[in-house]
């Protein structure tokens, strides 16, 4: 089955602001074998509104509409789909009553504009709205002389995406033809698209059936494996197989076949081996400690670390002898395995790591262009230093670096 | 005029990616007065994406297609723009030499598909593509008696926004009528958005010819007031008026109105205070240093810090008493104190900051709920602590009390 989704709001139309509710029940919808045909955003305007959702009626069998069920002139996604279907709406009485019980309890005048939230579309199933004034509605009818199943959803996340697990999954389930779908999320890190495509084009592609997504961002490689059948062991079947042949075929550049980050990766071998690791970062200013603290329960293997920005502070607080700054500069090999040393010396780490380097825009020299990074990392087997040049904007450089440093801790634990 | 954005490309409609190059896009169309009423997302078939165009050329005057122009089977937007309008393709001599001159340059045999890049739609200018190998192409041209103007672009980011720059812009103003747009954003820290909206809505619904746009996101709202008049004086007239009453209603609550960062107006007051500042980060792991430090020039004011993450290294690092830990409890004011009086005595800096929190799911006590954070702020003149109760997931408390931790040393400092 095909479905739309219209996410409705001007809001969505500006600079600032995107839809992201749809990616949330694109994952839903796929999993019962519902595929997205078309997104759609359109402004607070009624005859856009009917527009498009007459144009998604003529193409889909499902139509998730999200967004323009609020109390205001703007909230016109009710209105809108009436029209569209020629169908009247009527207020609900048990709605009215609702609305008035809930704004005495908080002790307001309710605003006559809120009893649009009471207005029911002829033929539509109300849908509870648990974290929320205005309550979904589902229609399941006829539109030249084809089955159509429209969804009404609030557009705010926390009232959209339970209230579309809670209420439309189940209908959609039982809607849906029977189909069993098996997801691979394998990940790679610091291995260039184009480079993993050219080796993995050759198999992925003789594998017809089964969906492969490569997408890449700043040294991760995420590879999505989605596979669809009538029943559920030859789906998992043909998907586990082609995910043993990316693994074989990427060897260690994977870094997860189960989808998890690379922090998450990185402390679940630090607890396997029940060692413990403390960082002092430089030009990454935070980053590598803030990705792994992201994660819960990270206290156990992760003890902190240093945000060493200043010269001064590499000496003061991770022990870098000024001299050695001094004589190699701050963004150097020997200052890296020094931050390394010292942060593994003063937090009694079994592995330290040390970032330094030149994020941009300004600060580089003759021989030290911006992205130059140096990394160290410091066990009781000893130290390994690497140097790279990350090329783009400050922002890409330290999170370039970030990952590189995670990944270079993965493999030394591997 | 209106535009419609076509965003071309089948994994747009996964959960796993999500067109941005529409936003920007958007951006430089507003500046031109042009107003977009729909945006649409499509996937890799010839049928949907004809269909798409046809809809939006029954809608607007303006049609930007994304994506779609590569060398594979699955590129299909020259050939569904000639399909919608019932024009020819033909293949280009002088591109078919230019792809052949690239590939001897990279010294590869070209694939024969890589020809389909050469095809231009009948009456369509190309338009140079100086980040990739497909060209854009630019229509001007009636459809059903009214005027159209369609620009095919390529999708990666890199490619797509600088063409569009170079190429359509220039021809998208000859096209438009002359207006002049003013834009201003107010930023404000910590303010709920109820609230915000409360005060501001009675002032800015008296300006009806300034468009206001309200964005919260975890303790950080933004307003964006926009006006477009025949003459550039008067719209900025009605903004900067507009702007000035924002500033008096919302106070210190505003923290920037011109759009700058809160990390980028705390490194600015310590500037002109010609003050440094150090860090001592439990829950938040170096969330708030990474946002200073993604501010180029940081180090001028930014000393560095420190992520005591275990108990051990808050005492061993920052100097916090072993005895305070255990009779107070990490996550405690006392505790925030001697993590910032720690860090300040440590790097010498002029302002010292601790932080201390339970960001869950884990970790919470009787008393200590998940979301408890403490929050001390140490200078010359003596020590502030704050203690807040934050909502949400993990992700979102270390969120809002990186916010309040930068938003309180922007309070000390004005």
Redesign the interface.
């Known amino acids: 089955m095909k479905s739309e989704i219209i996410a409705v709001g001007s809001?969505?139309?500006?600079?600032?602001?995107?839809d992201?509710n749809s990616?949330?029940i694109?994952?839903r919808l796929?999993a019962l074998g519902i595929?997205?045909?078309?997104?759609?955003?359109?402004?607070d305007?009624q005859k856009?509104l009917v527009?498009?959702i007459r144009?998604a009626l003529g193409?889909v069998d499902i139509l998730i509409l999200m967004g323009g069920l609020g109390p205001t002139e703007d909230d016109l996604t009710r209105e809108a789909v009436a029209e569209a279907l020629s169908l009247t709406l009527r207020r609900d009485a048990s709605q009215v009553a609702a609305l008035h019980a809930r704004a005495a309890s908080w002790r307001i005048t309710m605003p006559q504009n809120n009893l649009k939230q009471a207005d029911v579309i002829a033929g539509a199933t109300l849908l509870p709205n648990a974290n929320g004034t205005a309550p979904g509605q589902w229609l399941d009818i006829a539109f030249s002389s084809y089955r159509k199943l429209i969804a009404l959803l609030p557009g705010p996340p926390s009232e959209c995406r339970p209230l579309f697990d809670a209420e439309c999954l189940p209908r959609l389930r039982s809607a849906a033809p029977p189909r069993h779908i098996a997801v691979r999320t394998l990940k790679a890190a610091m291995i260039p698209e184009s480079q993993a495509d050219k080796l993995l084009a050759p198999i992925y592609t003789t594998y017809a059936d089964v969906e492969t997504?490569l997408?890449a961002h700043t040294g991760d490689l995420?590879i999505?494996l989605i596979c669809s059948k009538p029943d559920a062991d030859s789906a998992q079947q043909r998907v586990d197989e082609l995910a043993g042949r990316i693994e074989e075929t990427l060897e260690d550049w994977i870094y997860s076949s189960e989808g998890d980050s690379l922090e998450q990766i990185v402390l679940y071998h630090l607890e396997l081996r029940q060692a413990t690791l403390?960082?002092a970062?430089s030009?990454?200013?935070?980053?590598?400690?803030?990705r792994?603290?992201?994660v819960?329960?990270?206290?156990r293997s992760?003890?902190?670390?240093?945000?060493?920005?200043?010269d001064?502070?590499k000496t003061?607080?991770a022990g870098v002898p000024a001299e050695l700054i001094a004589e190699q500069g701050a963004v150097s090999a020997p200052v890296a395995k020094a931050l390394a040393q010292g942060i593994r010396g003063?937090?009694?780490a079994t592995i330290g790591v040390g970032i330094t380097g030149i994020?941009?825009?300004?600060g580089a020299t003759e021989n030290k262009p911006v992205g130059l990074v140096h990394i160290a990392i410091c066990d009781p087997q000893g130290c390994d230093t690497v140097e790279r040049t990350f090329r783009g904007d400050?922002?890409r450089i330290?999170e370039w670096a970030a990952q590189q440093a995670l990944d270079l801790i993965r493999r030394r634990l591997i």
């Open positions: 809001e969505m139309l500006t600079p600032f602001r995107q992201t990616l949330y694109t994952e796929n595929i997205v045909t078309f997104k759609t955003i359109v402004g305007r856009d527009s498009a144009t193409r997504t997408l995420q999505t403390a960082i970062e030009c990454t200013g935070g980053l590598v400690a803030q792994l603290t992201s819960a329960g990270a206290s992760f003890l902190g670390g240093m945000v060493v920005y200043s001064a502070l003061t607080l003063r937090t009694g994020a941009g825009p300004s400050r922002q330290r």
